[in-house]
Nanobody, 122 residues
């Protein structure tokens, strides 16, 4: 079992920055992918960024087009925390952001956090 807890959301003006954190505990080493989804009111859930691992090394990183060049996903292996650094934020980035982790072979994530609200004002 894996337990994920997000933090770092809040209210920021357009052009500002936030860093989301996802603290992982439990059998996190059994997973091979972690990432961030977001869901805005009235919209479908969207994959923002995902990172795949080979052991403790990074295998690949994916960003959805709308955040490329502005967001950075990375993990601190020392404390099993996943981060999403968000710069140049736009009002359309407003959403609840969820951290997820998946087991090898899983098409989607098996474990989810409770979500953290990000609101970007214009």
């Amino acid at each position: 079992q894996v337990h994920l807890v997000e933090s770092g959301g809040g209210l920021v003006q357009a052009g500002g920055s936030l860093r989301l954190s996802c603290a992982a505990s439990g059998s996190i080493r059994a997973t091979d992918k972690m990432g961030w989804y977001r869901q805005a009111p009235g919209k479908q859930r969207e994959l923002v960024a995902t990172i795949r691992f080979h052991g403790s090394s990074v295998g690949s990183i994916y960003y959805t087009d709308s955040v490329k060049g502005r967001f950075t996903i990375y993990r601190d292996n020392a404390d099993n925390t996943l981060y999403l650094q968000m710069n140049s934020l736009k009002p359309e980035d407003t959403a609840v952001y969820y951290c997820g982790a998946g087991l090898p072979g899983a098409a989607e994530y098996d474990y989810w956090g409770q979500g953290t609200q990000v609101t970007v004002s214009s």
